[in-house]
């Protein structure tokens, strides 16, 4: 779809954020060649590392509750493309995502990652007049 610059009409991106170096290359490239185009993080409510980032304005350490390191911290460098170059971060609750793996399963079958699918039905329920009859993309996978 972008490669071939086909994307008419493309509000947003919805992109999982994990360790951060994958929203970070698709954040910048999106940005420098699209920059109109919405990038978005998701991320889950229990291991939101990066919004927590976000909020303290400087790279956090996210602990579980039980001692257990989740992530160290985003990286530097992510960390900072992150800043520039995304629009906002979504924050999804377990049940958004299971809801939202029960709808993709009836409809499409077969495993896939919900994460953001839940991301992207919370935003356009909280955006609804914006979004009208334009596209989103939610990135599935890592």
């Not at 980032?53 to 039980?66: A, M, T």
């Not at 900072?80 to 170059?85: D, K």
């Not at 924050?91 to 995502?97: K, L």
Request: aromatic content about 8%; proline content about 1%.
């Amino acid at each position: 779809m972008v490669r071939g610059g086909k994307i008419d009409n493309l509000h947003a991106i919805f992109v999982p954020i994990g360790d951060g170096n994958h929203i970070a290359g698709i954040a910048a490239y999106i940005k420098r060649v699209f920059p109109k185009v919405k990038v978005f993080g998701v991320e889950e409510s229990n291991r939101s590392v990066m919004a927590w980032s976000f909020y303290k304005d400087k790279r956090v350490l996210f602990v579980k509750q039980n001692g257990e390191v989740l992530v160290e911290a985003i990286g530097e460098e992510c960390f900072s493309i992150c800043v520039e170059f995304l629009d906002g971060i979504m924050i999804v609750d377990e049940h958004a995502i299971s809801t939202a793996n029960e709808e993709i399963t009836k409809d499409i079958g077969g495993d896939v990652s919900a994460l953001c699918i839940a991301g992207v039905q919370c935003y356009c329920s909280k955006y609804v007049g914006e979004v009208c009859n334009k596209n989103i993309v939610a990135v599935i996978d890592e």
